[in-house]
């Protein structure tokens, strides 16, 4: 059988994302449940390019409780640093470890790592897309509504790599989803090139942060300068400002709309303090299920649980 990767929320169908959130609940129902150990005697290679809080310690915890080890690896302790190919530390590590985490500035890089690893890679964050994170903010909004059925979502900010994961989460699980980017933030095209005609019918691409948020359920954004980025400050800052998540945004959302980051948050940039403060912010229950969606996710490839077998595979766009 061929390896399975997580590059993208494209590489799962519905009914594996949907299995996916629904074992993350149960796991986060305690330790009852969830400490399995079903991974024990695993070992899972994190490797980071990119500085890391939540990513790393949920990882790394998620396999803990798990019963597996993690072994974690940045290019200033590793060969990778130093110019080794792509291809040979992938190869190498396939023979080490049973999964390799990926957290890296290139999509590119990514899918070569994929390409020659003969055991699963995740894509714990690239420059393109952040699957994990749109995981655990969708099993925050699962939690809150009870159902992503006739779920109305919105994004404001940067049409960025948590931007990109939205839209496959949209094409993959049929809700309506709308973003307002200004001039020259908009989505890749290489991101909406890959969704179908049904995806494009329920998306909305809008410069009016207003009309994206109106009676939206769940309204997410994100920092406005990513790692990398810190030459285009001001410029971003600029253009950005419009698209702030303060409160009268916030407004003319559902009554109940959920607000999303998924930190760290940039207090007066992006977001408002009261906002991230207020009643509709679920934000570190959001960060709390990057935990929990993990774990699952790495059950459901390193593991064969009984959950898994009758779900369907994917049809990629």
């Known amino acids: 059988m061929a390896v399975r990767h997580l590059l993208s929320l494209l590489d799962l169908s519905r009914e594996e994302i949907l299995a996916v959130l629904g074992r993350a609940r149960e796991m986060k129902r305690g330790p009852g449940v969830h400490q399995s150990k079903i991974l024990d005697g695993k070992v899972i290679g994190l490797l980071f390019e990119k500085s890391s809080t939540r990513t790393r310690v949920s990882f790394e915890v998620g396999a803990f409780d798990l019963g597996a080890h993690t072994v974690f690896l940045t290019p200033a302790v590793s060969q990778v640093g130093r110019g080794e190919p792509i291809k040979d530390t992938a190869r190498v590590l396939s023979r080490y470890v049973d999964a390799i985490v990926l957290r890296t500035g290139s999509q590119t890089n990514l899918e070569e790592y994929a390409q020659w690893s003969t055991v699963p890679v995740i894509n714990a964050l690239s420059d393109l897309l952040h699957p994990c994170q749109i995981l655990a903010d969708l099993l925050t909004i699962l939690e809150r509504r009870g159902t992503l059925d006739g779920l109305e979502a919105a994004y404001v900010g940067d049409g960025n790599n948590v931007a990109h994961s939205w839209i496959f989460a949209c094409a993959r699980l049929g809700f309506r989803f709308r973003i307002a980017t200004p001039e020259g933030y908009d989505p890749a095209e290489e991101v909406l090139s890959r969704i179908d005609a049904d995806a494009r019918s329920r998306l909305t691409l809008t410069r009016d942060p207003v009309e994206a948020v109106r009676g939206a359920?769940?309204?997410?954004?994100?920092?406005?300068?990513?790692?990398?980025?810190?030459?285009?400050?001001?410029?971003r800052l600029r253009a950005l400002r419009p698209y702030q998540l303060d409160a009268r945004l916030v407004s003319h959302g559902a009554p109940d709309t959920l607000v999303l980051h998924c930190l760290p948050a940039h207090r007066g940039e992006e977001i408002t303090e009261d906002v991230l403060e207020g009643p509709h912010s679920v934000v570190f229950d959001e960060a709390e299920n990057r935990l929990h969606v993990q774990k699952a996710?790495?059950?459901?490839?390193?593991a064969e649980p009984e959950w898994k077998h009758s779900i369907s595979t994917p049809h990629q766009e």
């Open 217 to 235: 359920h769940a309204i997410s954004t994100d920092v406005w300068v990513s790692m990398g980025q810190e030459a285009e400050r001001e410029e």
């Open 297 to 302: 996710l790495l059950e459901f490839l390193l």
